[in-house]
């Protein structure tokens, strides 16, 4: 009898502890659907606000009879515009103006002075660099990756071109916690990044391809990356408000800011706080500071054949996918664009071929709502449409 009591005792205790775990399950389960519930319907009120703001902004009507200040004033008003405008005619400036602030908790405003991160622009800079070095024989777009990095699976059928491109099939989750030399960035990135060759040829946006070209700019010519580019880029081109974050950006810098939901006025409640692993992680991707101007100025000249020639140019921009991606760029029919996020901020440039006309903004505000390459699409149509003088 006493026997039969604890075995039932016991049996209730297992139906009591088995009981109150499925009821933790549960409850557990339960709050993770309401979250995944949560973030979506968070994503489908940003989609709806953006759409309705972008459908907004390609209505706007330019007439070529009014001043350009006034019609890009207001479409950047109409997107609650925060950061550094810059437009270009003809090779010469019709607007450049800053807009909200640059830090908000000084009371510096954004001018045209103002530095901000390019982020992914950066890539663009960094395929000119590897095209550098191709014009003068040291490497070769058909290298295949294993000559420089041997211990990377499928290395000898990835080529800097497919690098370039971004159809390489290597792909990197996140990288080092800790900040690391560019020498230790590189190395972390070949012990975690993923290869697989059945992706090849399919584009997908990777940055670690341009960790890894840094990092064979490093070899090629024994010296960093960002001596190599500081020498061939910033002084070379005499870019003076340009240079690395990881330096802090100096006079005329700007502070990154977060948004929250779908929110399109800026409200400068939280600054961004970049850490140094950060920013050291961002090698040859989007570890740069530049103005609206040194930006222009820097792509024209690739354009143009100041850094490498024109006919490297055109190799270095011929995609390989249908994506358009090509040597740092999307390549349209007569014109590149690029575009860069990260940190509080977002970055587009759009340039014609010859290097003539241009759009570029940038802020220290990203709100996905109002994504500032909606603004620069529309200002550089209107600008090849003669719309604005």
């Known amino acids: 009898m006493k026997r039969l009591k604890v075995l039932m005792y016991f049996l209730l205790g297992l139906i009591v502890v088995g009981g109150v775990g499925y009821y933790v399950h549960t409850a557990d389960w339960s709050v993770q659907i309401q979250k995944k519930a949560a973030k979506q319907k968070k994503k489908r009120k940003i989609a709806a606000k953006k759409k309705k703001i972008k459908h907004r902004v390609a209505k706007t009507h330019f007439v070529k009879t009014k001043a350009s200040n006034q019609q890009v004033t207001k479409l950047l008003a109409l997107t609650k515009f925060v950061g550094t405008a810059l437009v270009v005619k003809n090779g010469h400036v019709i607007y450049h103006k800053g807009f909200g602030y640059a830090d908000e908790a000084t009371g510096q405003p954004n001018t045209p002075l103002s530095k901000y991160q390019i982020l992914s622009i950066q890539k663009s800079l960094t395929a000119a660099c590897v095209m550098r070095l191709v014009q003068a024989g040291k490497i070769n777009l058909n290298d295949p990756l294993s000559k420089y990095y041997p211990g990377i699976a499928g290395g000898k ?8 491109d971004m159809d390489s099939g290597l792909t990197f989750g996140k990288g080092s916690s800790q900040a690391l030399s560019e020498a230790r960035v590189i190395d972390y990135a070949v012990e975690n990044l993923n290869s697989d060759p059945a992706k090849m040829g399919q584009w997908n946006y990777q940055p670690v391809n341009y960790v890894l070209l840094a990092g064979i700019i490093r070899q090629v010519t024994g010296e960093s990356y960002r001596r190599y580019f500081t020498q061939h880029i910033i002084n070379a081109l005499q870019l003076k408000h340009t240079g690395f974050v990881s330096a802090g950006q100096g006079q005329h810098g700007t502070q990154g800011y977060k948004y929250s939901g779908s929110q399109v006025v800026a409200t400068y409640h939280t600054a961004f706080h970049e850490t140094t692993a950060q920013m050291a992680n961002e090698l040859g ?53 690029s575009h860069g996020i990260g940190y509080g901020y977002e970055s587009s440039i759009m340039l014609s071929d010859d290097g003539k006309n241009g759009v570029v903004l940038l802020s220290n505000y990203y709100r996905p709502t109002v994504t500032i390459q909606t603004t620069a699409e529309k200002l550089f149509n209107e600008l090849e449409a003669g719309n604005l003088k």
């Open 157 to 164: 059928k990835i080529t800097l071109r497919r690098m370039l």
């Open 285 to 337: 991707t989007g570890q740069i500071y530049m103005s609206a101007g040194d930006l222009f100025k820097a792509e024209k000249a690739i354009l143009t054949g100041k850094v490498v020639t024109p006919q490297n140019v055109a190799i270095l921009h011929t995609a390989a996918t249908s994506s358009t991606y090509g040597g740092g760029v999307y390549n349209m029919a007569n014109a590149i664009r």
